[in-house]
């Protein structure tokens, strides 16, 4: 029934377009200020959608939003689903499976993530090189529907090269600084520990968050291009001299997103 369900949302979402998408983004804590670039825009509330998870975090508002970005069709999920929130990893994973479906070819995804590396400082934007997956967990696990993706696929390159080489070309002409790193997944909802970071800082960590890794795993299993970006909202436990509130990540969260829209606009517009 898995594929059959992800079927019915995604029929339902093309009934309600004009233009198929080639390209998703999906927007992270604080991140959802794309949608305010996007023209002729169709808003489609998670809720509306059969058998799509509705997301329960403040700062994601939970709608489906399929516009135009440059000459660029763009589905943007403004909010996404964690671990953390009691959804199994095939719900997580479930609205990837769907913007396949509908024709998307590109998925760029987004997060708010804690500093590891010590260089980084709070607004900063990580394009990811690579990720760890501390959570023991795998969206992949259990039958493989072929329809969807291979058994076994390769992750030697989870990140689309040429992706990548459109956002540095981006970045350049907009004179954005970023940095480049190692994602690393926590199960949240807690902050990490200073202990933690500091293990995943030996481990060769760059950044830690609680989601992305298992839209990134299976985004690559529908043999999709993808391109990965994170904004550090905050340094991590044991390196921040504060303490840690999900209102001060959105806050950073929302400074930066400009940045991020202007970045992200031009590298759609490029394609």
């Known amino acids: 029934m898995y594929y059959e369900n992800i079927k019915e949302s995604a029929d339902f979402i093309l009934e309600r377009i004009d233009e ?3 390209t998703a983004v ?3 804590s604080g991140l959802g200020g794309v949608v305010d670039i996007m023209t002729d825009k169709t808003v489609i509330p998670y809720e509306d959608i059969p058998n799509f998870p509705r997301s329960t975090v403040p700062g994601h508002a939970g709608n489906l939003v399929i516009g135009k970005i440059g000459a660029q069709t763009v589905a ?6 964690h671990y953390y929130e009691g959804f199994s990893m095939k719900e997580l994973t479930y609205p990837v499976y769907v913007m396949k479906l509908i024709g998307v070819e590109n998925i760029i995804i987004t997060n708010a993530c804690g500093g590891v590396n010590r260089s980084f400082k709070p607004g900063d934007l990580m394009i990811i090189d690579n990720y760890i997956n501390f959570l023991g967990q ?3 696990i259990g039958d493989n529907d072929e329809r969807l993706g291979p058994r076994f696929p390769d992750m030697s390159e989870p990140f689309s090269k040429e992706l990548l080489e459109k956002a540095e070309k981006a970045a350049e002409k907009l004179g954005i600084d970023y940095k480049r790193g190692v994602y690393a997944l926590f199960n949240g909802p807690c902050y990490e520990s200073a202990a933690e970071i500091h293990a995943y800082e030996v481990l060769g960590a760059d950044a830690v968050g609680m989601s992305t890794v298992p839209e990134i795993i299976a985004a690559n299993h529908a043999g999709m291009k993808v391109f990965g970006v994170s904004c550090v909202t905050n340094m991590a436990t044991g390196i921040a001299k504060v303490k840690h509130s999900h209102e001060e990540v959105v806050r950073v969260a929302n400074e930066s997103s400009t940045k991020l829209c202007e970045w992200l606009k031009t590298m759609l517009i490029d394609w």
Not at 76 to 81: E, V
């Open 20 to 22: 198929a998408p080639k």
């Open 26 to 28: 999906i927007l992270g």
């Open 76 to 81: 943007a999920m403004q909010g996404r689903f």
């Open 138 to 140: 795998n969206p992949l």
